[in-house]
T-cell receptor, first 115, second 113 residues
Framework: NAGVTQTPKFQVLKTGQSMTLQCAQD?????MSWYRQDPGMGLRLIHY???????DQGEVPNGYNVSRSTTEDFPLRLLSAAPSQTSVYFC??????????????FGPGTRLTVT | KQEVTQIPAALSVPEGENLVLNCSFT??????LQWFRQDPGKGLTSLLL?????REQTSGRLNASLDKSSGRSTLYIAASQPGDSATYLC????????????FGKGTHLIIQP
């Protein structure tokens, strides 16, 4: 298993540009989520999905869209990039959102800089 | 709202020492607690998961305990090695997916050779 994969690893955008961060998992996990990590703020939840076709907002959703058309993929779209979106983005997955048994696995991250 | 605090924020010890990292959380209604390791510029590696009904979990030189009623967890690292140098993150999960994992800000650990 490749686990949780993310592309690209690094990206530089200009203010106002849009882009999609890709996330995929090959573990048949139901629950997927996106976090951003900022110095001094820790990791914060952006959006999450409890299954294909189901998505919802986390703590910091503004400026981001998600969709989940398949179990495997959960892309994060930046609609109009702003310097405040400069961060490291992590995708995570777990077998179920409703069990204490299953740990969450994280991808390697995408380091995004918006100028 | 759940809050997670990790103490100390940074720790530097000589190789070979046993050490304890602390994590506290404000809401005891959790499904589980996970300890992660993060190396500079890298992703998060899961170290241990403790379910809310469990008191401790062990993996090699690592032992994590959970006292849900008092909102505390500790990560014990035995016989520390330079390769243990990293940031250690504690995160709690309250179920349902909506809040995701609530993370502490981490303990930055340096093991001196």
């Amino acid at each position: 298993n490749a686990g949780v994969t993310q592309t690209p690893k690094f990206q530089v955008l200009k203010t106002g540009q849009s882009m999609t961060l890709q996330c995929a998992q090959d573990m048949n996990h139901e629950y997927m989520s996106w976090y951003r990590q900022d110095p001094g703020m820790g990791l914060r939840l952006i959006h999450y999905s409890v299954g294909a076709g189901i998505t919802d907002q986390g703590e910091v959703p503004n400026g981001y869209n998600v969709s989940r058309s398949t179990t495997e993929d959960f892309p994060l779209r930046l609609l109009s990039a702003a310097p405040s979106q400069t961060s490291v983005y992590f995708c995570a997955s777990s077998y179920s959102a409703n069990s204490a048994t299953y740990e969450q696995y994280f991808g390697p991250g995408t380091r995004l800089t918006v100028t | 709202k759940q809050e997670v605090t990790q103490i100390p924020a940074a720790l530097s010890v000589p190789e070979g020492e046993n050490l304890v990292l602390n994590c506290s959380f404000t809401d005891s209604a959790i499904y589980n607690l996970q300890w992660f390791r993060q190396d500079p510029g890298k992703g998060l590696t899961s170290l241990l998961l403790i379910q809310s009904s469990q008191r401790e979990q062990t993996s090699g030189r690592l032992n994590a305990s959970l006292d849900k009623s008092s909102g505390r967890s500790t990560l014990y690292i035995a016989a520390s090695q330079p390769g243990d140098s990293a940031t250690y993150l504690c995160a709690v999960y309250s179920g349902g997916g909506a809040d995701g994992l609530t993370f502490g800000k981490g303990t930055h650990l340096i093991i001196q050779p």
